[in-house]
């Protein structure tokens, strides 16, 4: 379909014009203007910490509702906004871009494109936010597509088809800006895609590097993939990746293999499915990996945000990666090298009794998919999932929403390929408050429910934890006033003591709270700002 039919502009007439001009080393000095929010996690690092520190532990029950937007999708609210100089970017389901005036919640202007009919993201046409350089916005599309629009007017600049929707392909992330390009990876392992990250030119849309996240024949690690299983089997993106300066490297999660829940026709590890690549950020060169779940039959994507940091290691500065995985185990790595320093479970696991020296799970007998159905624990939807955690520097914790106790019944069945189809494998049944369907987790009335959970990277122990009556898809954000915010699906959106996990403050929004709160400061006022069922709330100090 011709782009010009695709896309259409509505234009709000305000007051004063908007301006940005965000350079990439303005992303890379996040730290320096905290003001401001100006990549998805917050920095490349993706740590979501703020160095904003008005709101603080003594005063932030006195926080009270600033403004409202009200999307007009009704479909899940996953994006976290951009903050720059007062101007604030946001993205409603499925693809529109949105201009909003960060202190009084005013529309400057919308752009909206409409999705190909053949776009089938497996769950929800969704989309978690924009990328910023210079003037423009860019944004990854439901149906696959890499869309550039101008950050002061809302006009089209281009329009790339990154692959095609009608084999499954999609895109929900935000991009990330590294230099001069925009780096996007593909979703729709649930088709059997070939999944990849690529990189474009930022100012002509024009693809710069590929980097398959399955390696083809004749590749290092094809040899992973029993027969030809390889040509269809996922590995997709749906998390934005983080980048280091110093190393030049960007780190991206890597989905399930396909199918799913069988693994019967793909015998191997199944490579790079299920781990965090470490990619040249100039070439899309593979420098090293990591695989968390060798061979997946539990559909445990890897595609959490990798999140960065320097600290003490055994004494010594060490420069780490710190993932908890929907797997249930939470990891340190060495972001240079890729070695694994440490990993320990945060919830319940069965399918594995722990994990090698080296890393490796070892798989626990008779817990894997079965014709018969076999509880294992956690789910699919994982002790976590694609929410953001949060790392603070000035407690040194890592902190993570997880559900604890839930479990499903893991069945597997045949399955073959066919070009824009579910392929999946199985169809892992449970009972939920009472509702019965594929992949909805079962919850104990004695141990299942959802928490906050701080962890101590240099054990991997337990330091507190947050307990909530239902299960939480809301990321993390940590502040310097040693501030946590998160919520939850019960629809309250709360306050925390980031070092003893006390409950401060909450509120009650009235609808499910599935984003990463931010944080920012316009005219000496700091603005908290997360979402409830299809609408983005602001708070502040009185």
Request: glycine content about 10%; hydrophobic content about 35%; overall charge neutral.
């Amino acid at each position: 379909m011709d782009t010009m039919f695709r896309g259409t502009l509505f234009v709000v007439i305000s007051a004063c014009a908007l301006h940005a001009q965000v350079t990439f080393d303005r992303i890379l000095r996040a730290d320096k203007e905290p003001q401001n929010w100006l990549t998805y996690s917050g920095s490349t690092q993706s740590q979501r910490y703020s160095l904003l520190t008005q709101i603080t532990p003594s005063n932030v029950g006195n926080l009270k509702a600033q403004w409202a937007f009200q999307a007009r999708s009704t479909e899940k609210f996953e994006a976290t906004p951009l903050v720059v100089d007062g101007a604030m970017y946001l993205t409603q389901a499925p693809n529109d871009i949105v201009a909003l005036d960060a202190a009084t919640g005013e529309i400057k202007w919308l752009y909206s494109y409409s999705p190909s009919r053949e776009a089938r993201p497996c769950c929800g046409r969704v989309n978690r936010g924009v990328a910023i350089l210079g003037n423009t916005l860019y944004m990854a599309t439901i149906d696959a597509h890499l869309i550039a629009v101008n950050a002061r007017t809302g006009e089209l600049v281009w329009d790339k088809e990154v692959a095609k929707p009608e084999a499954g392909y999609a895109m929900t992330h935000a991009p990330l800006i590294i230099k001069d390009k925009v780096i996007v990876g593909t979703a729709g392992g649930e088709y059997g895609i070939r999944g990849f990250i690529a990189a474009f030119d930022a100012a002509t849309g024009n693809e710069a590097w590929r980097f398959y996240t399955i390696p083809g024949k004749g590749e290092p690690g094809n040899e992973t993939w029993a027969a030809d299983s390889w040509q269809h089997g996922g590995a997709s993106v749906w998390v934005t990746g983080s980048y280091d300066p110093e190393s030049n490297l960007t780190y991206w999660g890597i989905g399930n293999p396909g199918p799913d829940w069988n693994g019967d026709k793909r015998g191997g590890d199944n490579l790079y499915s299920d781990c965090v690549v470490a990619l040249d950020a100039d070439t899309g060169k593979l420098k090293w990996y990591f695989q968390f779940t060798p061979h997946d039959d539990f559909d445990y994507d890897s595609v959490q945000v990798p999140v960065m940091a320097d600290i003490k290691w055994l004494g010594q500065p060490r420069k780490v990666m710190m993932w908890a995985n929907r797997n249930g185990f939470f990891y340190v790595l060495d972001r240079n090298t890729g070695k694994f320093l440490q990993g320990k479970p945060f919830v319940k696991v069965t399918w594995a009794k722990g994990l090698d020296e080296a890393g490796r799970p070892m798989r626990t007998s008779g817990n894997e998919p079965t014709a018969e159905g076999t509880v294992i624990y956690p789910s699919p939807t994982g002790g976590t999932n694609w929410w953001s955690p949060s790392f603070s520097p000035r407690t040194g914790l890592f902190y993570v929403s997880a559900w604890e106790g839930v479990h499903a019944t893991f069945t597997k069945v045949e399955s073959e390929y066919d070009e824009g189809k579910r392929y999946v494998g199985g169809a892992p049944q449970a009972t939920r408050q009472g509702v019965r369907g594929p992949q909805v987790p079962k919850r104990s009335d004695e141990d299942g429910y959802g928490v906050v959970r701080a962890i101590d990277p240099q054990t991997g122990e337990k330091k507190w934890e947050f307990k909530m009556n239902d299960v939480t898809a809301s990321g993390i954000l940590t502040t310097a006033s040693d501030l946590l915010f998160t919520g939850g699906r019960e629809g309250y959106f709360q306050a925390l003591d980031a070092r003893t996990g006390k409950l401060l403050w909450r509120t009650n929004a009235g609808g499910d709270i599935a984003m990463g709160p931010m944080t920012y400061q316009i005219n000496g006022k700091q603005y908290v700002v997360f979402s409830a069922g299809s609408s983005l709330f602001s708070y502040a100090l009185p």
